[in-house]
Nanobody, 126 residues
Framework: QVQLVESGGGLVQAGASLKLSCSVS????????MGWVRQAPGREREFVAS????????HYFDAVKGRFTISRDSAKNTVYLQMNSLKLEDSAVYYC???????????????????WGQGTQVTVSS
């Protein structure tokens, strides 16, 4: 059973940076396509970023392109989300997720993942 544990969330001012971590157990991070999804109060879950199993390709939600970077460290079995130039609208609970497929599959309902973490809160204040 794959388990994902996020950390690194917090309260920051607009323009600041945060780095989220997702520790993976029960599996190896390089065996999965990994991603980050966020959910703000009253809104549906929203894809943020993903990295393919090979690590060669990354995909980003348009609103975070150029500000967020997804990466992974196979030695630490951890996936990261570096968030720079944070905006008020980035406030949400951020979830780490893993897919058995080599790349994240998207359907009309959104990205498909097989395992999810419990989430970490990111709050951006003015």
């Amino acid at each position: 059973q794959v388990q994902l544990v996020e950390s690194g969330g917090g309260l920051v001012q607009a323009g600041a940076s945060l780095k989220l971590s997702c520790s993976v157990s029960g599996g190896t991070v390089s065996d999965y396509a990994m991603g980050w999804v966020r959910q703000a109060p009253g809104r549906e879950r929203e894809f943020v970023a993903s990295i393919t199993r090979s690590g060669d390709n990354r995909h980003y939600f348009d609103a975070v392109k150029g500000r967020f970077t997804i990466s992974r460290d196979s030695a630490k079995n951890t996936v990261y989300l570096q968030m720079n130039s944070l905006k008020l609208e980035d406030s949400a609970v951020y979830y780490c997720a893993a897919s058995v497929h080599g790349t994240v599959v998207f359907t009309s309902a959104g990205p498909v993942f097989d395992w999810w973490g419990q989430g970490t809160q990111v709050t951006v204040s003015s």
